[in-house]
């Protein structure tokens, strides 16, 4: 994918054409999921998700060696000699964390100057495998494990106020909306005062949540796939508000509308994804 122009970062709501609307409309055609099938959905999760590894083992989500780019924080030297923690939440096979690793390794001198210790957990234990076959995977410099971010279990392999800053790229997504409040008081836990949450992930009217066919809609932007993974896609305002109303503040939060060639197929891709930062309040 090569990008196409340079991105659009706005608070401004994709305005539909008409075809989108249509698009939307028709998904509501075979009304939603039925309940006994959403139900199935939210306990088959782990399984699922855990398939969807063995299906794809390390193939499907590319490097994100976008991440230093978007996120300077990332990248910022203390001044203490301590190092600085972070913690990938639902990290897959380590796509985000590897690179950074592998960046700090690089670095001469840089292990003794404060960048990261890093954390990183999945709901898949068959990704968490992969990430800890890793040839980079040093347990002096990264804890993989397994946890379900929307439960206390975390709580069990890190300690509270103890995080610098925690990633969440394209995982809330992938949770039901119900227990999003959750998500965001553990991670509240687990930062220190001034710590930072660094979010990522589909927003409103992308064209992947527009490609969706009937049949396929659980709820208001939330959908499943053919795999039995469920994706939901984010306004800029309720993000907002779960993190404000939550200990927060919002130090940015933007749609990212991104354009890029697809060589392969020749086409132009419109993405939209919501990026933003959110500080814990120092109380
Ligand atoms: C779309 S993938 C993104 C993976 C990775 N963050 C990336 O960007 O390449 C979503 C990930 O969230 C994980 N996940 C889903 N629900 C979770 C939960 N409740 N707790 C922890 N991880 C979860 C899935 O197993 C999957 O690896």
């Not at 910022?76 to 600085?84: C, F, L, M, V």
């Not at 690089?106 to 954390?119: A, I, L, M, P, V």
Request: aromatic share 14%; charged share 30%; proline share 4%.
């Amino acid at each position: 994918m090569e990008p196409l122009e340079p991105d659009v970062f706005t608070k401004q709501t994709k305005e539909l054409t008409a075809a989108d609307k249509q698009k939307l409309e028709e998904q509501n055609k075979r009304g939603f999921v039925p309940e006994f099938k959403a139900n199935k959905l939210e306990i088959d999760a782990q399984r699922n998700w855990d398939i969807f590894y063995k299906r794809n083992e390390t193939r499907f989500f590319k490097d994100r060696h976008w991440t230093t780019r978007e996120f300077q924080e990332l990248l910022d030297q203390e001044s203490s000699d301590d190092k600085r923690t972070l913690f990938e939440v639902g990290c897959g096979v380590g796509n985000l964390v590897f690179p950074l690793l592998e960046e700090q390794t690089s670095e001469e001198g840089c292990f003794t100057k404060g960048r990261f210790y890093f954390y990183a957990c999945d709901f898949s234990p068959r990704a968490v495998d992969f990430v800890r076959s890793n040839p980079l995977y040093d347990s002096s410099q990264i804890t993989a494990f397994q946890c379900d971010i929307t439960t206390q279990q975390v709580h069990e392999h890190i300690p509270p106020s103890s995080l610098d800053v925690c990633t969440l790229i394209f995982v809330l997504s992938a949770i039901h909306p119900q227990k999003f409040l959750d998500v965001v008081q553990n991670l509240w836990k687990l930062l220190k005062p001034g710590g930072l949450v660094l979010f990522r992930d589909y927003g409103l009217y992308d064209m992947a949540q527009l490609r969706f066919k009937p049949g396929n809609k659980i709820a208001d932007n939330l959908y499943v796939r053919q795999d039995g993974t469920r994706s939901y896609f984010f306004s800029e305002e309720e993000v907002s508000q779960l993190f404000q109303e939550n200990g927060f503040d919002i130090i940015t939060n933007a749609y990212v509308h991104r354009r890029t060639l697809n060589l392969k197929e020749g086409v132009d891709v419109p993405r939209i994804f919501l990026q933003g930062k959110f500080r814990k309040k120092n109380l």
